[in-house]
């Protein structure tokens, strides 16, 4: 983040593909004295990403169904224990939070304790 704000001091905003670069790029922003100033959209929720999210350090999140993944990932599990067809590809669904929904949209948060 810091090397791109050098190369691109008019950097409007900054899509994140996963929780380290979101993480990450939240806190280059955020040394960079940027928090703002370049909109940021993190992939995934995790706590941290939450909390940038609450405070205003990132514009948005998109967030996958932890509870969705699991549940199908432990089927398909039995289903290839028990000899049955599994699926090679599933697709989960995405949800993008912002400040504005976020508390409504909670399920979505990524949890470090059940």
Do not use: H, W
């Amino acid at each position: 983040m810091s090397a791109k704000l050098s190369s691109d001091p008019d950097l409007a905003a900054v899509f994140a593909t996963n929780l380290n670069s979101g993480e990450g790029a939240a806190t280059g922003l955020r040394n960079a004295g940027k928090t703002g100033a370049v909109q940021l959209v993190g992939f995934d929720a995790s706590p941290n990403q939450i909390e940038d999210l609450r405070s205003g350090e990132v514009s948005a999140l998109i967030a996958q169904d932890p509870a969705t993944i699991g549940r199908q990932g432990v089927q398909q599990v039995v289903a290839a224990i028990e000899g049955r067809p599994v699926e090679r590809e599933i697709q989960t669904d995405l949800v993008a939070i912002t400040q504005a929904d976020m508390d409504s949209k909670s399920q979505y948060f990524y949890r470090t304790a059940c």
